[in-house]
T-cell receptor, first 115, second 110 residues
Framework: EAGVVQSPRYKIIEKKQPVAFWCNPI?????LYWYRQNLGQGPELLIR????????DSQLPKDRFSAERLKGVDSTLKIQPAELGDSAVYLC?????????????FGPGTRLLVL | EDQVTQSPEALRLQEGESSSLNCSYT??????LFWYRQDPGKGPEFLFT???AGEEKEKERLKATLTKKESFLHITAPKPEDSATYLC???????????FGSGTQLTVLP
């Protein structure tokens, strides 16, 4: 079974520029998560999708961050404009919805550096 | 608010020197406690899920245990390839997302 795929793996941009991250979840996983991981910290949730619906985006900075999950499969996370404090690793994870099978599997992440 | 605290922040062991990592949690209605391993430059890799106090799970040199307030990850006779950051996370109440601790960075010296 293929794992969660993310691209790009690395991105370096200047502040105020836009940036986008792409995620393809594990086949059959209805739930998709975007997390942000700062250096030396655990991941923190930004947004969760159930199929194509964003059901938990309370931690997403909506003034500059946006996300979409068209057709309930792939997802894109966008930052516009980027700030220095956005430098972090952006992780995508996916899981099934069935009780007892909700383990989240993570992709390799996109490492963003804002200069 | 759900809280997860991991200790120690960093641990250096000699190859073969067994030890334990601690994960203390404060949540309302624990649904599951998860352990992940994260290697540098990679995403977290799933290890175990524990659902209720008294539950134990093992995988190779790792054994995870759960009480009502904390979880331990026991590492028996570690090898250098066990070096990584070990993350603990909880899922509580009706929430689907995980609340993570800051991790324990384990280094096993040959």
């Amino acid at each position: 079974e293929a794992g969660v795929v993310q691209s790009p793996r690395y991105k370096i941009i200047e502040k105020k520029q836009p940036v986008a991250f792409w995620c393809n979840p594990i086949s059959g996983h209805n739930t998709l998560y975007w997390y942000r991981q700062n250096l030396g910290q655990g991941p923190e949730l930004l947004i969760r999708y159930e199929n194509e619906e964003a059901v938990d985006d309370s931690q997403l900075p909506k003034d500059r961050f946006s996300a979409e999950r068209l057709k309930g499969v792939d997802s894109t996370l966008k930052i516009q404009p980027a700030e220095l404090g956005d430098s972090a690793v952006y992780l995508c994870a996916s899981s099934r919805r069935d009780p007892g099978q909700e383990t989240q599997y993570f992709g390799p992440g996109t490492r963003l550096l804002v200069l | 608010e759900d809280q997860v605290t991991q200790s120690p922040e960093a641990l250096r062991l000699q190859e073969g020197e067994s030890s334990s990592l601690n994960c203390s949690y404060t949540v309302s209605g624990l649904r599951g406690l998860f352990w992940y391993r994260q290697d540098p430059g990679k995403g977290p890799e799933f290890l175990f899920t524990l659902y209720s106090a008294g539950e134990e799970k093992e995988k190779e040199r790792l054994k995870a245990t759960l009480t009502k307030k904390e979880s331990f990850l026991h590492i028996t006779a570690p090898k250098p390839e066990d070096s990584a950051t070990y993350l603990c996370a909880v899922q509580a109440g009706s929430a689907r997302q995980l609340t993570f601790g800051s991790g324990t960075q384990l280094t096993v010296l040959p």
